[in-house]
């Protein structure tokens, strides 16, 4: 995310600068609280720069945070950066996720409206005649996904 907010700066700031001349150093990293405060600094610049009182940031796939090891850790540290973000600056965010993760989403982000799309039967067969090559699979999955939308309504 920092990498794509700096690349909208016709020159980076200087705070960057200094920071990126400082990791090039050897045995010098630099740690993810660095980072998020590098993306909050610039997240301010870029709104002083290009006088714009609001930045957009958009997450695709947010419950696809994959990490065996941490993932609810890290998703929980991520979703904490972006409330972290929505409270400190103007940011309108456009976050796609299964409907499971919309609460601990509009509980961290200042100010959330929510809209919830779903697919209808219609495509999800459609999908499955094209992805599916074993005919039987397609026949138990459809029926399935059938008797599902049966049961909800």
Known sequence: MLRQLLE???TL???VRTEYLKDKK???ET??????ELFKSSASEFSKRYDSNRIFILVDAYDE???EKNERKERGEFRDFLGDISKCHQASFLITT???YDQELSDSISSPCRVTMTGDL????RFLEREFQYEDDKKQIIQAIREANK???
């Open 26 to 28: 050897p045995g010098v």
């Open 8 to 10: 909208q700066f016709e």
């Open 122 to 125: 219609g495509d999800i067969e």
């Open 151 to 153: 049961e909800e309504k």
């Open 65 to 67: 945070f994959i990490n």
């Open 31 to 36: 740690s993810l609280g660095t980072y998020k």
């Open 98 to 100: 299964r409907v499971e």
């Open 13 to 15: 700031p200087d705070f």
